[in-house]
């Protein structure tokens, strides 16, 4: 996880956490959500159980993130996650990081889940992403899920991602809303492109669909 937030220039150098008891590290929460949280974590653990793989399990509870183990006698032992951003006295919380940071944090293990050979769906990938972070994101997907049987579905608005360098016509597909309020899902392989064009200009441009239609004003200059 570090290394990686270190790598999409987060500023963390290092993501670190004192491993203490379960109970120990989620002290600060009301019983009753305590027991929650617990079930939860003890329930991720029996599900894979029979995993060859290190697992965990990270949450992120009142801006504080935690992560999850197991050791070898069984035991499940947490730690709050903190983050060095070059200043080994002044540690970060999940909370003071940016929306981006925080969003790949959530979104970095997938990488790992990719490996599982499985399905995984993304809504608003982009969402508080710069354009090339976005790309690079999923570019490092391709690289560390490269010859296993996964799929990576997701949702975005960012057109920079529309590259034919990047991606085939057959893997970029357009939601337009028609006029009953329903959806029409198509892709990009219907308008046959050269492999070369600009196809993030032609969408800008309205030749696809699926972009905003803005009518007229719903007020005028006395309802102001």
């Known amino acids: 996880m570090g290394k990686l937030l270190n790598y999409f220039d987060t500023g963390i150098d290092s993501v670190s956490g004192k491993e203490k008891s379960m109970d120990e590290t989620l002290g600060f929460l009301p019983e009753e959500l305590r027991k929650d949280v617990t079930n939860d974590v003890q329930e991720a653990f029996a599900n894979n159980e029979n995993s060859k793989e290190v697992f965990s399990v990270e949450i ?25 951003h070059g200043n080994p006295n002044d540690l970060f919380e999940l909370i003071d990081e940016s929306d981006g940071t925080r969003r790949l944090f959530d979104l970095i293990p997938l990488y790992k889940k990719g490996k599982q050979n499985c399905t995984i769906l993304v809504d608003e ?56 309020h329903s959806s029409e899902i198509y892709s990009l392989n219907k308008f046959k492109e050269r492999f070369d064009h600009s196809v993030a200009k032609d969408y800008l441009l309205g030749r696809y669909g699926a972009i905003p239609n803005f009518g007229i004003e ?4 006395e309802d102001e």
Do not use: C, Y
């Open 125 to 180: 990938l982009d969402r508080s992403f710069h354009s090339k972070l976005t790309i690079e994101f999923i570019q490092k997907f391709f690289e560390k899920t490269e010859g296993e049987e996964t799929q990576l579905i997701v949702t975005l608005h960012d057109s920079n991602v529309m590259n034919l360098n990047f991606l085939r016509q057959d893997e970029i597909w357009f939601v337009e809303r028609r006029e009953d």
């Open 60 to 84: 992120t509870i009142a801006g504080k993130r935690f992560s999850f183990f197991k050791n070898k006698k069984g035991e499940i032992t947490a730690a709050q996650l903190v983050m060095d």
């Open 218 to 221: 719903p007020w005028d200059e």
